[in-house]
């Protein structure tokens, strides 16, 4: 097999992410449907604790992250739903397209989608929750995209690994969920820090762990993904 150059392949990964944009911005229907279903997420977390505002705002950050975790799935799946109707996933392979072009333009992709419903979420989070950035929006920004990195790497991966299973709307929450564990952890706390002030600065350390997290899995998947999604 003929390996791709390195300039060859950032060109293939633009020329796919720009595809997989112009799609999403035609119909729009997918951002819609994340917003929508996360804003609703963080409304039930607010009527399930009731009037205990201190208790909203100590988990704000937990609360925001779970949000985005839940939506991320339905991104995540619907990401590779499109490509795998009608056969084009295998068009594109045919192009040809390097297996690492696509799974870098699928996970930049989804992390873009991911990071434009945290920003969007965020007013939602202080309207609802009471709560305040305290520490800077410098610092709400890294945990933001570093966070919304850590769910799209491994997301896309597992998407494409469940795409042709029969229960890939079931498969894929369940081998999800478990791995990001430790990115949501860190997001969650870095957020609560942001929201909350951070005296002990503790904010760098979990910044730090969610970039380890980042390199693991980002290397991880651009070295297996040509495996994942061979027949």
């Known amino acids: 097999m003929r ?3 390195p300039l060859s392949l950032l060109k293939t990964t633009l020329v796919l992410i720009r595809k997989d944009l112009l799609i999403e911005w035609r119909t729009r229907a997918r951002l819609n449907a994340l917003v929508f279903f996360a804003m609703a997420t963080l409304l039930l977390f607010s009527f399930a604790l009731g009037p205990d505002t201190k208790l909203l705002e100590r988990n704000a950050g937990g609360y925001l992250w779970l949000a985005i975790l839940f939506a991320s799935v339905l991104s995540l799946g619907e990401s ?3 490509e795998t109707e009608n056969a084009c996933l295998d068009g594109v392979r045919l192009a040809p397209a390097d297996a690492r072009a696509i799974f870098l333009s699928k996970a930049l992709g989804n992390a873009l989608l991911l990071l434009a419903l945290g920003v969007v ?4 989070m202080v309207a609802l929750y009471g709560v305040r950035i305290v520490t800077g929006f410098g ?4 945990i ?3 966070g919304s990195l850590a769910l799209s790497a491994p997301g896309t991966v597992y998407a494409a690994i469940s795409s042709h299973a029969r229960a890939r709307d079931v498969l894929l929450p369940l081998l999800l969920f478990p791995l990001v564990i430790p990115a949501l952890l860190s997001a969650a706390k870095g ?3 942001v929201l909350q002030g951070d005296p002990m600065q503790q904010l760098g350390s979990w910044q730090g762990l969610l970039l380890g997290f980042n390199l693991i899995y980002w290397g991880v998947g651009f070295v297996l993904f040509p495996r994942v999604i061979e027949d």
């Not at 979420?121 to 939602?124: A, F, H």
């Not at 610092?139 to 890294?142: G, M």
Request: aromatic share 4%.
């Open 80 to 82: 590779f739903r499109v």
């Open 121 to 124: 979420l965020v007013p939602v």
């Open 191 to 193: 957020t609560t820090l």
């Open 144 to 146: 933001l995209v570093l």
């Open 139 to 142: 610092d709400l920004a890294s």
């Open 3 to 5: 390996k791709t150059r």
